[in-house]
């Protein structure tokens, strides 16, 4: 996201930021002072992001542009190409300072890792969906504190406040999250994308397959055998796919698995608000819930 402060009240300036995921455009966003866009529309994934000619004037004009980073946002070096030296100073990168809580490449548990289409841990870059964990989501909140108050120094405590203020709305979510999804704690799932071994991590799910580990390459028929033998041999108990609808090859395999199938949101798209975060995140653990109990244990559609 840009966030265009400049000045603030004190030159009549009006703040604007511009965000390119849900959680990083929502941490701030009590509209104190200034506006708030998107820089990606709410059904476009920044995997899938494209410029325009307006993004790119959009992004020459803010003084700050935030970005989730670890490779997400590989587009914006396209934008770098055409701009100014000085535009690469302006970006703050909202996991930075994270190390050893980085998940390197896919954690997923299957039995045959021989297929080359597979991507090897060892050599895989961090895995970028950090927001996932709200325990870590609380770097970001700080690392854009940070940068507000540097480019906005006349509002910085009005930025604190707000801050802290979100900094408590994660740690209750998180405090939420960790009692519901007790009961499920442990169970065995597969996930279309690779993008929830941080939500896993912090509460005890274990992913033993992933249908599509490299987003846009179809998986190899190799590939899916082993996704096959480890869901079966790992008693996988139910096949999450993002919105806004499962693919033709999940519901194949939920089929052939004879599990449930069921839609988690990695919260990139959607409306920009306040609430964005905290609601996709609830409604994650309400899905899980639903299908992951004993009870919701029956043959996918």
Same mark, same amino acid.
């Given at each position: 996201m840009g966030v265009q402060p400049g000045?603030? %009240?004190a030159s009549g300036r009006r703040?604007?930021? /511009?965000?390119s995921d849900d959680l990083s455009a929502g941490i701030l966003f009590h509209r104190q002072r200034g506006g708030v866009e998107n820089l990606l529309s709410a059904n476009i994934e920044p995997h899938d992001y494209q410029f325009s000619r307006k993004d790119l004037h959009r992004l *020459?004009? %803010? $003084?700050?542009i935030v970005i989730n980073g670890l490779g997400l946002e590989r587009w914006l070096e396209k934008a770098f190409q055409n701009s100014a030296p000085t535009r690469r100073n302006s970006v703050v990168e909202i996991f930075a300072g994270l190390e050893d809580e980085l998940i390197l490449g896919s954690q997923a548990h299957l039995s045959d890792r021989s297929d080359p289409s597979y991507p090897v841990a060892a050599s895989a870059p961090p895995n970028p969906h950090v927001w996932l964990d709200p325990r870590l989501a609380r770097c970001a909140v700080t690392n854009i504190l940070? %940068?507000?108050q540097a480019a906005d120094p006349a509002h910085a405590t009005g930025y604190a406040?707000? *801050?802290a203020g979100y900094l408590a709305r994660l740690a209750n979510? $998180? %405090?939420?999250? /960790?009692? *519901?999804?007790a009961t499920v704690k442990g169970a065995r799932i597969v996930t279309y994308h690779d993008a929830f071994p941080y939500f896993a991590r912090r509460y005890g799910l274990d992913i033993v397959g992933v249908i599509e580990p490299q987003? /846009?390459?179809e998986p190899s028929l190799r590939y899916l055998a082993g996704l096959y033998r480890a869901s079966r041999a790992n008693q996988a108990r139910a096949i999450f796919t993002e919105p806004p609808s499962p693919s033709r090859l999940a519901r194949q395999i939920g089929r052939d698995l004879q599990l449930p199938l069921a839609q988690l949101d990695t919260i990139e798209t959607g409306p920009l608000k306040p609430t964005a975060y905290e609601e996709g995140m609830r409604s994650n653990q309400l899905v899980l819930l639903q299908n992951l109990t004993p009870d919701a244990q029956r043959p996918s559609p």
């Open positions: 000045g603030g %009240a703040s604007q930021i /511009e965000g *020459a004009q %803010a $003084d700050l940070r %940068a507000l406040v707000n *801050a979510l $998180d %405090a939420a999250l /960790e009692q *519901a999804l987003p /846009e390459v």
